[in-house]
């Protein structure tokens, strides 16, 4: 895995083979954050990266100037490299080790970008889920999006607050917003 852009442009890191993961591809990270730099200061979010992984979207998010990441995940490995790696980088990510729907229904967490990157074979409904509890929770900043990588063959456009989608080979990433709120004459 590669960082693209930021401080740490061009650095390879390599994941212990051990972990459970399908990091995102550089194709594919490469275009979402060409999305989100449409969008976003980086310097000027926080970001909650769901299903971690290796951490390879909290890099890439804390290279481009992020300084408030905190990446969930529910593998110990997992975990365990990415704190070991933000070290070594000297990025400020936090790792929680947790399920990521329990911390989900306890955080009190608001986030300017939402990211899940959950397992390919997840049900539906799980991935359904997601969106729901983070929607439920107000756990999205006004203007933020949720964004839920997925195989093609999930679908989640009928899902509350979807807004759009981008699909990269075999993946799509499903962009969530909260709803625009219409301001009257009198609040202007």
């Keep these: 895995m590669r960082i693209i852009s930021g401080k740490h442009k061009g650095r390879r890191l390599t994941a212990p083979k051990k972990l459970p993961v399908r990091p995102t591809t550089d194709l594919a990270k490469e275009s979402l954050f060409n999305i989100l730099n449409n969008h976003f ?30 990446a969930v995940d529910g593998d110990y490995g997992c975990v365990s490299y990415i704190k070991k790696t933000s070290e070594t980088l000297e990025l400020d990510i936090t790792a929680i080790k947790s399920d990521v729907y329990k911390f989900l229904e306890r955080t009190h967490l608001t986030s300017d970008v939402v990211f899940a990157d959950p397992p390919y074979a997840f049900t539906q409904e799980q991935f359904e889920r997601i969106a729901t509890i983070v929607f439920e929770r107000a756990l999205l900043l006004e203007d933020g999006f949720l964004i839920i990588e997925h195989a093609k063959e999930t679908k989640l456009e009928h899902v509350p607050n979807f807004s759009f989608s981008k699909s990269y080979g075999g993946s799509v990433f499903s962009f969530f917003q909260l709803p625009e709120t219409e301001t009257t004459d009198e609040e202007e």
Excluded at 44 to 57: H, P, Q
């Design 41 to 70: 200061y980086f310097h000027e979010i926080s970001v909650l990266d769901l299903f971690s992984g290796t951490g390879n979207i909290s890099y890439e998010f804390a290279s481009r100037g992020t300084e408030v990441i905190t």
